[in-house]
């Protein structure tokens, strides 16, 4: 059976079912795709999923990709096999297909980001990476935390300027 955690919101009795259902929705898919994955899943920040609803032209106040969840697994070809069976089990949205393992971003960053609808038509995203893209993602050159830094090094005045804390991870 696929190890399942999530991470609480903010408390919201619905925020917590959606996210529940959603994860045992996928875990599922992962039972016979991949049993010895690791699922997390979180609640994304409003600001978070407000900024991706306004990358992709969506009306303002619509909740779009509100959950993220994000699966471990051991090799390249079980990411790919289990973004096959996630497709196949659930609709997914065009356009929101992203392979960084075939083309990794410049800082090295791996991993598969597919944007889903669960049963009720909540859009969710997944990343599938192996458990080292995740150390890599989290602590490398391609963490979070590294490239903020980068970014507070090469712009300092236009960070300042704009106000950004860095605080959301990006993740999910």
């Given at each position: 059976m696929p190890e399942v955690t999530f991470v609480p919101s903010n408390g919201e009795v619905a925020d917590e079912l959606l996210l529940a259902t959603t994860l045992t929705d996928v875990a599922v898919v992962l039972l016979r795709a991949a049993p010895h994955a690791i699922v997390f899943g979180r609640i994304k920040s409003s600001s978070s999923a407000r900024e991706k609803a306004e990358r992709l032209g969506m009306p303002a106040g619509l909740?779009?990709?509100?959950?993220?969840?994000?699966?471990?697994?051991?090799?390249?070809?079980?990411?790919?096999?289990?973004?096959?069976?996630?497709?196949?089990?659930?609709?997914?949205?065009?356009?929101?297909?992203?392979?960084?393992?075939?083309?990794?971003?410049?800082?090295g960053y791996q991993s598969l980001h597919t944007t889903l609808l669960?049963?009720?038509?909540?859009?969710?995203?997944?990343?599938?990476?192996?458990?080292?893209?995740?150390?890599?993602?989290?602590?490398?050159?391609?963490?979070?935390?590294?490239?903020?830094?980068?970014?507070?090094?090469?712009?300092?005045?236009?960070?300042?300027?704009?106000?950004q804390d860095g605080q959301d991870d990006g993740y999910g």
């Open positions: 909740p779009f990709d509100a959950i993220g969840v994000r699966v471990l697994v051991n090799t390249h070809e079980q990411c790919r096999h289990i973004v096959e069976r996630l497709h196949h089990r659930f609709r997914w949205i065009t356009g929101e297909y992203d392979d960084y393992i075939q083309a990794p971003k410049t800082n669960n049963g009720d038509g909540h859009p969710f995203e997944v990343q599938v990476r192996t458990h080292e893209m995740h150390t890599q993602a989290e602590h490398g050159d391609a963490s979070h935390g590294r490239y903020k830094q980068l970014q507070a090094k090469t712009r300092p005045v236009a960070r300042a300027a704009t106000g």
